[in-house]
């Protein structure tokens, strides 16, 4: 089959602000024409020629007043973010909040991972001094998506500017005002104008971006088939690329674990962002001996969700961003339950306005279900029963994703066994999934390859250049 064309994919939807729970557009933007995203394009690599030469305490500051702002304006960003894709407005809260506390830490770090590393010995390789240094590699091509609009954009951009690089932010249809605030939030806190530049393009523009010879590299977080797409056209150009694809992340747990624990949390690993996220735990292996005890407990949990206003503080599960994500949510289920699997609680839409799906569990799942293979981007959880740790491993492993896993257990032996057999970009132990900022975060398999995060995810945008003197 042959790898899929930007060219031949138009965009899903104007750029436009639908509000999910309502169903109503509230505001429509222009798309961009090809002359605007090269100036724009022009802006971010003369602010990058301005960038590289900012000494870090410089850079710094900048970063933290534009987290100051961010901060001081994370009541309005929360509501900004809900009208446009959904998102409970407390998440909502906490992803600005997040997203400030992100570019905080590389304000701080960013020298220290930037930092010459000298050899150790260099006369081992002949020379009186050997060092290796970190530079920027220039302007990259961001293409980010609507489920986090405001924190997958700033996980790549506060490293990346950090480090001297600048971005062009190609950012989802359907979260426009999202991406024009981010488009403006460096520059407020002092970057040069065009540090991220955000464009808005229809998808047949980025392979023009990507060929562009300012543009650098590219990173890009969505769908598996966007990822090969722009995995390939940045291929042909020789340009470095991102991608973190998403995921069907398993959910372990094990007789020993804290039942009561581990149900509450995997009812918040699933549910979390109305069940819109890549690192969720969709796929809930339990153990025999306490499959049906455990399955209570998360089954009566699910129940209890308030599904509504995501504007409503009390909301827990609100809609999902799009009609689509409602069609391809519930076909999903559809064909499961037509060859035999068991619905706990939901399995259907809700009626009314906006694009709801009631909080859903589902077992009794076989080879035959796409739903066993396929990302359930939306609040569905399948359950699967195993009886030994090898088999909990395969069925955690038979997916082609490997973003992140969780292991729910009181056994540090288990630990052991389980740690360096998950194919996974992430292990968590008694806990869920979730990015920080000091910690590098990505995925292997059709998950992706690079990292976000960390000194790594700085460092993915930069020269490592080797220095030797005689």
Same mark, same amino acid.
């Given at each position: ?75 309005? !960003? ?62 990259? !091509? ?24 600048? #971005? ?14 981010? #488009? ?96 969720? #735990? ?139 057999? !998950? ?48």
């Amino acid at each position: 089959m042959p790898a899929p064309s930007l060219e031949r994919k138009p965009p899903i939807m104007p750029m436009q602000t639908l509000n999910p729970a309502t169903g109503e557009v509230e505001k429509v933007f222009v798309e961009h024409t090809s002359a605007e995203v090269d100036q724009r394009i022009a802006e971010a690599y003369e602010a990058h020629l301005t960038l590289k030469d900012t000494d870090f305490a410089t850079r710094a500051g900048w970063m933290r007043k534009a987290a100051d702002i961010i901060e001081g304006e994370a009541d309005m !960003l929360a509501e900004m973010m809900t009208r446009e894709m959904g998102k409970p407005i407390a998440q909502a809260k906490a992803e600005a909040l997040k997203c400030a506390k992100n570019m905080r830490f590389y304000a701080k770090n960013a020298e220290s991972f930037m930092a010459d590393e000298p050899l150790a010995d260099p006369s081992a390789v002949g020379a009186s001094h050997a060092y290796v240094r970190y530079e920027p590699l220039g302007v990259v !091509l961001a293409v980010m998506p609507w489920n986090y609009p405001l924190w997958q954009v700033v996980r790549f951009a506060a490293p990346a500017l950090m480090a001297g690089n600048t #971005g062009v932010l190609k950012h989802a249809s359907n979260v426009p005002q999202s991406a024009e605030y981010l #488009g403006t939030i460096f520059e407020r806190g002092g970057f040069p104008t065009g540090s991220l530049a955000t464009v808005f393009a229809p998808v047949a523009l980025v392979n023009q971006i990507i060929d562009d010879w300012r543009v650098k590299a590219v990173t890009l977080t969505g769908s598996e088939p966007a990822g090969r797409a722009v995995a390939e056209r940045a291929g042909r150009q020789i340009k470095k690329a991102v991608l973190e694809l998403g995921g069907s992340d398993p959910f372990i747990v094990m007789p020993s674990a804290d039942l009561d624990a581990s149900a509450s949390t995997a009812v918040t690993a699933r549910m979390l962002n109305n069940g819109q996220s890549c690192i969720a #735990g969709k796929r809930f292996l339990i153990h025999d001996d306490v499959y049906d005890q455990w399955l209570e407990k998360f089954v009566q949990n699910v129940a209890a969700l308030k599904v509504g206003d995501p504007l409503d503080e009390d909301t827990n599960v609100g809609p999902l961003a799009t009609a689509n994500g409602v069609r391809d949510i519930r076909e999903l289920v559809d064909d499961a339950v037509e060859k035999g699997a068991r619905v706990l609680v939901g399995g259907h839409d809700i009626d009314g306005p906006g694009f709801y799906y009631a909080p859903t569990v589902i077992d009794n799942l076989t080879g035959s279900m796409r739903l066993v293979m396929e990302e359930a981007f939306g609040p569905v959880a399948s359950v699967y029963r195993f009886s030994t740790r090898e088999e909990a491993v395969h069925i955690a492993n038979q997916v082609t994703f490997g973003l992140g896993s969780v292991v729910w257990t009181g056994e540090e032996d288990d630990e052991e066994f389980f740690i360096p057999r !998950l194919d996974a970009g992430a292990v968590t132990i008694n806990g869920m999934t979730i990015s920080y900022p000091e910690l590098p975060f990505g995925g292997i398999k059709d998950s992706g390859y690079g990292r976000e995060l960390g000194s790594h995810g700085l460092r993915e945008f930069t020269n490592a250049k080797t220095v030797w003197k005689a």
